[in-house]
């Protein structure tokens, strides 16, 4: 089936050739569909495009579709060409004449344009969650190894004196920065886009602010022609936060493979979470790690990718922005995959609680020296030159103690600090609303 068929049956090659992987993934956006769908019939009857005894019967069959996406036993048939021709077919089944009303008012372009800004508010709200999670696993560490010293280094040499409190808390805050930009994103797919039809607006008397309403958005894309120019460019803007928290995500993997390998032996995983060699058998290699660095390096090439699909297309619709959908849409999974698989080795992780015993790293105490010169009145270059002169001359005698007390050191790590930034930010996503909505469109019909 498929919704523009005019009679004339199109060439199996081309057929194939052009719908691609739309049913595997238009399965993403089933449910959305439907909500869409609801919302969309429930304006309907408002202007009078359907009867008020008509609409029950739609919503009774659309919530009983939506019960089937939402436990995975919809199915997109074969010869059935994407998700919006599967349900206003399976209506039509039902419902006969009344089902093929459904479609009055929009156009396939703002359907898909509908059910990928409520896939995407969805799916940013689960990463929120599960980078939230990440967050507080982050700083529950920091607090509990918070006394215990480790190298920090600069160019890869041994440098000043860091804490595993310090080096959990970073990355607790690099992602509290990452959901602020997450939620710009947020603000932006937010908006509804029902009622631009194929991106020309429609002579029917649409209602779209309550199409809105029904549906949560906290705003709308109000120019046609806009609203169009937003598929694609929504995408692109998403997989730029999604890139930035792969990005940390993939710091930390590496700053995990460096710290677990016998040159350092800064920390450890449990047997059980690490793999082996078929030829060595002292192998406990950071596989975990490296598979979470190299797929979120991978996700920072997605907004190139969309920006290479539709960068030199004008305003209009273009099939070319179907290519979005097939790295736009497994992103958000993978992504949440390596948020929740890294959060669970921390959780699991061991620190060596001695490093700094090691006299390989004495120097790293050099500028706590300097320091202490500093404060007895040695003006800052004369007690340089003094550590430097005792390093060189091989009589540098550290004492293996640090005493920071500004916010963000060693000795003030402000995790309250950190978790309350974290809390303020996670308040501006509103989620509540959105769920508030579409509980609302739920409600059974009598």
């Known amino acids: 089936m498929k919704l523009w068929d005019k009679g004339t049956p199109v060439n199996k090659a081309i057929e194939e050739f052009t719908v691609g992987r739309d049913r595997e993934l238009d399965i993403y956006l089933a449910t959305h569909d439907i909500l869409g769908s609801m919302a969309h019939v429930t304006m309907l009857e408002s202007v009078g495009l359907i009867g008020k005894d008509e609409l029950p019967d739609l919503l009774a069959v659309l919530q009983k579709l939506y019960n089937e996406a939402e436990s995975g036993s919809f199915k997109i048939d074969d010869g059935v060409e994407d998700v919006h021709s599967q349900v206003e077919f399976m209506l039509t089944q039902s419902l006969g004449d009344l089902g093929k009303k459904i479609h009055s008012g929009r156009s396939r372009n703002d359907q898909v344009l509908l059910d990928l800004k409520l896939f995407t508010r969805d799916a940013i709200k689960e990463i929120t969650e599960s980078t939230s999670e990440m967050i507080d696993i982050l700083l529950d560490r920091a607090d509990e190894l918070k006394d215990i010293l480790m190298p920090g280094y600069t160019h890869l040499q041994v440098a000043m004196p860091s804490s595993f409190g310090l080096w959990f808390s970073a990355y607790a805050e690099s992602l509290t920065d990452d959901l602020e930009l997450l939620r710009s994103t947020y603000k932006i797919t937010n908006q509804n886009p029902l009622g631009s039809a194929a991106g020309y607006g429609s002579s029917f008397p649409l209602n779209r602010q309550m199409t809105t309403d029904l549906l949560g958005f906290e705003n709308m894309n109000y120019n046609v022609v806009y609203a169009q120019m937003g598929r694609g460019k929504v995408e692109k803007i998403v997989s730029f936060a999604l890139a930035n928290l792969a990005a940390t995500i993939s710091k930390l993997a590496y700053d995990v493979c ?32 490296e598979l979470t660095r190299a797929r979120c390096n991978k996700l920072q090439g997605v907004p190139a990718q969309i920006g290479l699909i539709i960068n030199n297309l004008p305003s209009g619709y273009f099939r070319d922005l179907q290519m979005v959908k097939e790295v736009f849409l497994p992103s958000f999974r993978e992504l949440n995959d390596c948020l929740k ?10 620190v060596n609680k001695n490093i700094v015993d090691d006299p390989k790293y004495d120097y790293l105490f050099s500028v706590e020296e300097v320091n202490k010169l500093v404060l007895q009145g040695v003006p800052f270059r004369e007690a340089y030159k003094i550590v430097g002169e005792q390093i060189e001359k091989g009589n540098f005698k550290p004492e293996k103690t640090v005493n920071h007390v500004h916010e ?29 909505a579409k509980q609302q469109l739920l409600k059974p019909t009598n």
């Not at 040159?263 to 449990?270: A, D, E, H, Q």
């Not at 698989?341 to 061991?350: F, P, R």
């Open 258 to 289: 460096l710290f677990m390998s016998q040159n350092f032996n800064f920390v450890s995983l449990p047997a059980e979470f690490t793999t082996g060699s078929s030829i060595m058998p002292h192998k406990k290699n950071p596989d975990v790690f």
């Open 341 to 350: 698989i890294a959060g669970l080795a921390l959780k699991n992780m061991s």
């Open 408 to 436: 963000g050191s060693i000795g003030n790590l402000a995790l309250d600090k950190i978790k309350s930034k974290k809390d303020e930010t996670l308040k501006t996503f509103n989620f509540k609303s959105l769920e508030k």
